[in-house]
């Protein structure tokens, strides 16, 4: 089963930032925090991976807390395109596979 | 590189049939993963490979499922006799791990099976 939890459906208006959420109260401190995204009838989408450090590239930023027990997501300016599925996965250093959860369904309104 | 590529893209079956499905790799990664997704049950991960060797078979569903990682450019997931509750969409995904990390994998566009 998947460690983390996220709500299971958020909206967001057209250009604004979309923040999303991800809880992984139980993570240790060998596991890196993944997020993918599926937009409809395509398979999983690699976006941003870290470990403590805030990190950023050319499709969104990822903000970790200190205690490194929940994270945010943020697409900084959101468009129709970034409607889809948000996975967060916390990885284990060593380990081949990830598990997806739910995700979080991702409504960007017009 | 053209991503990993599945085929067919769709695939439609009557039950008891055999049912093969194709993925070839990006070239140069060394780990394969079979995933089905279903809307009941979301993304799961059936088997993955590693150098062409069956690391963990534990998701898949019953001995009716089999895959084959002949080399490094191919791979293959067979379902024989296919019932309608395989029905589902199935990814095909690979990567090339780095420092022991669970690292980018990518995925195909999915082979969309139905069993009749």
């Known amino acids: 089963d998947a460690k983390t939890t996220q709500p299971p459906s958020m909206d967001c208006a057209e250009g604004r930032a979309a923040n999303l959420p991800c809880n992984h109260s139980?993570?240790?401190?060998?596991?890196?925090v993944y997020w993918y995204r599926q937009i409809h009838s395509q398979g999983p989408q690699y976006i941003i991976h870290?470990?403590?450090n805030n990190e950023t590239n050319e499709m969104a930023s990822l903000i970790i807390t200190e205690d490194r027990k929940s994270s945010t997501l943020i697409l900084p300016h959101a468009t129709l395109r970034d409607t889809a599925v948000y996975y967060c996965i916390d990885s284990t250093v060593g380990d081949d596979k990830i598990i997806f959860g739910k995700g979080t369904r991702l409504h960007i309104l017009p | 590189d053209a991503g990993v590529i599945q085929s067919p893209r769709h695939e439609v079956t009557e039950m008891g049939q055999e049912v093969t499905l194709r993925c070839k790799p990006i070239?140069?990664?060394?780990?394969l993963f079979w995933y089905r997704q279903t809307m009941m049950r979301g993304l799961e991960l059936l088997i993955y490979f590693n150098n062409n060797v069956p690391i963990d078979d534990s998701g898949m569903p019953e001995d009716r499922f089999s895959a084959k990682m002949p080399n490094a450019s191919f791979s293959t997931l067979k379902i024989q006799p296919s019932e309608p509750r395989d029905s589902a969409v199935y990814f095909c995904a690979s990567s090339f791990t780095d420092r022991g990390l669970a690292d980018t994998q990518y995925f195909g566009p999915g082979t969309r099976l139905t069993v009749l």
């Open positions: 070239s140069g990664h060394d780990y």
């Open positions: 139980t993570i240790s401190g060998n596991e890196y």
């Open positions: 870290g470990l403590k």
